[in-house]
């Protein structure tokens, strides 16, 4: 999965009741913790994507692995209250759920390509990359549903603050297309050529530049936003 990781990042026990736990920047990041971790590996050229029995999928042993997942999703937990003790545990909650939607979201769509634990010879995932424009609905629908509620608990100081998300959306769904869907439409074509598919140092620089981008986007965006406050909800 890739852009519909982050539709879960608007969930907060708290967002659109009251002050918010996580701001929506910084789940931005949560939802991507285990791809941040994947696209450092690349880079050291540790992990990566290959071909098995003509099907592209991605060797993950260690940032995509449950095991492993769930060491991420708690340091970045941790790491979150560290800078904000006042979130206390409600935060650390929900940070760390954040974090692990990743690994939940992904074992729809992947190929069977992650393992329980790293060096583990199972490997999950019920491939739904496979029907590509199925998964682009259901990626762009989590998406949309968590732009719909973010506009929908928010106020924007101006005009500019009302178009930003839908253009930010708008560019986030040709991101998806063109990263995740045109392959697989290559793919079932017959036309699909490995060699144009991204490794090593290009892979993890350009996961981790689109996850920076899109992180100071909604950083941006979320400054002209006011929140609409109400009673807070019991967590």
């Known amino acids: ?21 996580v701001p929506l920047w910084q789940a931005f990041l949560a939802v991507q913790a285990v791809d941040i971790v994947f696209s450092v590996l690349a880079i050291m050229g540790v992990e990566g994507s290959v071909m098995k029995d003509g099907q592209p999928v991605f060797h993950i042993p260690w940032s995509h692995s449950l095991l492993t997942s769930l ?7 941790a790491i979150f209250i560290s800078f904000k003790p006042s979130a206390g545990r409600k935060g650390f909650i929900v940070v760390s759920l954040l974090a692990f939607s990743h690994w939940v979201l992904d074992l729809v769509v992947h190929r069977p390509d992650l393992p329980l634990y790293p060096g583990g010879d199972l490997h999950l995932g019920f491939a739904l990359w496979d029907y590509p424009l199925l998964s682009f609905a259901m990626e ?3 998406l949309l549903l968590g732009f719909v509620y973010w506009m929908g608990v928010t106020k924007p100081k101006t005009v500019f603050y009302s178009l930003a998300p839908i253009v ?32 090593g140092v290009v892979l993890g ?26 009673e807070p909800l019991k967590f």
């Not at 890739?2 to 736990?21: C, E, K, N």
């Not at 060491?71 to 937990?77: H, P």
């Not at 995740?180 to 074509?189: E, M, R």
């Open 168 to 199: 930010l959306f708008t560019f986030m769904c040709i991101l998806q297309f063109i990263a995740i869907t045109k392959p697989g439409l290559d793919l079932q074509a017959g036309t699909f050529d490995p060699a144009t598919q991204p490794q």
């Open 1 to 21: 999965m890739f852009m519909g990781h982050y539709g879960p990042a608007v969930w907060d026990t708290q967002r659109g009741r009251t002050a918010p736990l």
């Open 140 to 142: 762009i629908g989590l």
């Open 205 to 230: 620089v350009s996961g981790l530049f689109a996850f920076g981008l899109l992180t100071v986007c909604i950083w941006a965006i979320e400054r002209g936003r006011r929140a609409q406050f109400g």
């Open 71 to 77: 060491i991420i999703s708690i340091a970045a937990g």
